[in-house]
């Protein structure tokens, strides 16, 4: 079972810079498809970025495009997600998932393992 530990969660005011950190003690992240996804209180989790293994590809959803990032250092077996300009409508639960796969979109239900989240707010 992978096993998912997710850091660098906070507090911030609107345009400020976060980065999350996405780490498998233990694992070799390389051959697996990372993706962050989040979850505002009342809401879907929705897909936020996600990058493939095969090839290192990323992919954002319209609303963080511009303005998050997301890398892999394999060196570190830890996958980052930058997040720059944010908002108050980024604060969320952040998480991280994975999946064997290099196909997935930004669905959460492409993704079986998962990691246990870390709060972002923004707010003033």
């Known amino acids: 079972q992978l096993q998912l530990v997710e850091s660098g969660g906070g507090l911030v005011q609107p345009g400020g810079s976060l980065r999350l950190s996405c780490a498998a003690p233990?694992?070799?992240?390389?051959?697996?498809?990372i993706g962050w996804f989040r979850q505002a209180p009342g809401k879907e989790r929705e897909g936020v970025s996600r990058?493939?293994?095969?090839?290192?590809?990323?992919l954002y959803a319209d609303s963080v495009k511009g303005r998050f990032t997301i890398s892999r250092d394999n060196a570190k077996n830890t996958v980052y997600l930058s997040m720059n300009s944010l908002k108050p409508e980024d604060t969320a639960v952040y998480y991280c998932a994975a999946v064997v796969s290099s196909w997935p979109g930004l669905h959460p239900s492409e993704y079986p393992y998962w990691g246990q989240g870390t709060q972002v707010t923004v707010t003033s």
């Open positions: 233990g694992v070799t992240l390389d051959y697996y498809t």
């Open positions: 990058i493939r293994s095969s090839d290192g590809s990323t």
